[in-house]
T-cell receptor, first 113, second 115 residues
Framework: KAGVTQTPRYLIKTRGQQVTLSCSPISGHRSVSWYQQTPGQGLQFLFEYFSETQRNKGNFPGRFSGRQFSNSRSEMNVSTLELGDSALYLC????????????FGPGTRLTVT | DQQVKQNSPSLSVQEGRISILNCDYTNSMFDYFLWYKKYPAEGPTFLISISSIKDKNEDGRFTVFLNKSAKHLSLHIVPSQPGDSAVYFCAASTYSGAGSYQLTFGKGTKLSVIP
């Protein structure tokens, strides 16, 4: 099976702009979670989607949003970008059977200037 | 408030010796624990896991130990190989409602295996 894919891999944006990141889960996986990784904070949970519904949300401002499509592909959007949003954004998918184990994509490196 | 702590940011071990990575947690509701390995420019890779009802799980060179009373888990790698050099993340799972299980990660320990 192909792994989790994320596009784009690298992105440079300017403060105030918005950005959309994409994630395609492993075939058959219906749960998609998003994480932000920064050097100081480690991996922090953003939100989780299952069957096009957001099931869980981390402690991030409303500028961070996401959605999931009927084919389980997911997108996350960050509006009004701030310098502090520079991070590696990771997407992970899991199957219904292996709820605990999440499989990660390579991430999207976002740099805000 | 950091619920999962990896107190050693880095660890250096000689090839062939044992690597021991430690993790402490504070939330008693965590019921499943996982270790991930991460190479630069790649996403974390699932390594091994353990349920809270067990105290040990083994997979080849990797063994995870869980001490629930101390809220402590450790990952043992024996023997250590240069290819094991990576950042290791400890993660803990808890049920968040609506069928969702949330992972909380430690900040990672960078393991360097010296040939």
């Amino acid at each position: 099976k192909a792994g989790v894919t994320q596009t784009p891999r690298y992105l440079i944006k300017t403060r105030g702009q918005q950005v959309t990141l994409s994630c395609s889960p492993i075939s058959g996986h219906r749960s998609v979670s998003w994480y932000q990784q920064t050097p100081g904070q480690g991996l922090q949970f953003l939100f989780e989607y299952f069957s096009e519904t957001q099931r869980n949300k981390g402690n991030f401002p409303g500028r961070f949003s996401g959605r999931q499509f009927s084919n389980s592909r997911s997108e996350m959007n960050v509006s009004t970008l701030e310098l502090g949003d520079s991070a590696l954004y990771l997407c992970a998918s899991s199957s219904v059977e292996g709820l605990y184990e999440q499989y990660f994509g390579p991430g999207t490196r976002l740099t805000v200037t | 408030d950091q619920q999962v702590k990896q107190n050693s940011p880095s660890l250096s071990v000689q090839e062939g010796r044992i690597s021991i990575l430690n993790c402490d947690y504070t939330n008693s509701m965590f019921d499943y624990f996982l270790w991930y390995k991460k190479y630069p420019a790649e996403g974390p890779t699932f390594l091994i896991s353990i349920s809270s009802i067990k105290d040990k799980n083994e997979d080849g060179r990797f063994t995870v130990f869980l001490n629930k009373s101390a809220k402590h888990l450790s990952l043992h790698i024996v023997p250590s190989q240069p290819g094991d050099s990576a950042v290791y993340f400890c993660a803990a799972s808890t049920y968040s409602g609506a069928g969702s299980y949330q992972l909380t990660f430690g900040k990672g320990t960078k393991l360097s295996v010296i040939p």
